[in-house]
């Protein structure tokens, strides 16, 4: 069965450094992964997606994710952290081959630091 | 633009009553979906739509039905709310299966 996991509830950064939220999963095929955010209150957005291709995909707000397949790791990340990013993500997967329904990870908190 | 709509965005009623959650969708989208969030549960789905007449059980449907009689609108209902239904609930539309979803606003709902 496919799963994803996101192995922080909380990622803590100072504005202006760099961040990463972590990704995992687990599928009998190929993935579609996806990233969303959460701002409270509100539903999620879409950010990015890998589907196939470059192994690094780039998204909305600055924020990019690489596809790494022998770690089975889809991680976000962003060169330089703003206040305005402290938000709650999703990780989400999707088997190619068993044309599956997506699934979402928990949710990783960012808190940005000022 | 188009857009996709929840209602009520709040509710709240009593254990046993029949609730009924809206969502509408503008853009066309054949796949449509529910999903509770949960604290420490992440998104989990609840029902989804592939298309008219289409509708499929997600991992926490036992509670919840659905019916898919156009493409803009999959309503949720609670056939006799629980306290454990107490949720906030997130309708979304996808144009494809490899194509990301967009969500509604989210209606929270509280059983008493």
């Known amino acids: 069965a496919q799963s994803v996991a996101q192995p922080e509830d909380q990622v803590n950064v100072a504005e202006g450094n760099p961040l990463t939220v972590k990704c995992t999963y687990s599928?009998?095929?190929?993935?579609?992964l996806f990233w969303y955010v959460q701002y409270p209150n509100r539903g999620l957005q879409f950010l990015l997606k890998y589907i196939t291709g470059d192994n690094l995909v780039k998204g909305s707000y600055g924020f990019e994710a690489e596809f790494n397949k022998s770690q089975t790791s889809f991680h976000l990340k962003k060169p330089s952290a703003l206040v305005s990013d402290s938000a709650l993500y999703f990780c989400a997967v999707r088997d190619k081959v068993r044309d599956d329904k997506i699934i979402f990870g928990k949710g990783t908190r960012l808190h940005i630091l000022p | 633009d188009a857009e996709i709509t929840q209602s009520p965005r709040h509710k709240i009623t009593e254990t046993g009553r029949q609730v009924t959650l809206a969502c509408h969708q503008t853009w066309n989208h054949n796949n449509m979906f529910w999903y509770r969030q949960d604290l420490g549960h992440g998104l989990r789905l609840i029902h989804y739509?592939?298309?008219?007449?289409?509708?499929n059980k997600g991992e926490v449907s036992d509670g919840y039905s659905v019916s898919r009689s156009n493409t803009e609108d999959l309503p949720l209902t609670l056939e006799s709310a629980a306290s454990s239904q107490t949720s906030v609930y997130f309708c979304?539309?996808?144009?494809?299966?490899?194509?990301?979803?967009?969500f509604g606003p989210g209606t929270r709902l509280t059983v008493l």
């Open positions: 739509s592939y298309g008219v007449q289409d509708t």
């Open positions: 979304a539309s996808s144009s494809g299966s490899y194509n990301e979803q967009f």
């Open positions: 599928v009998s095929g190929n993935p579609y």
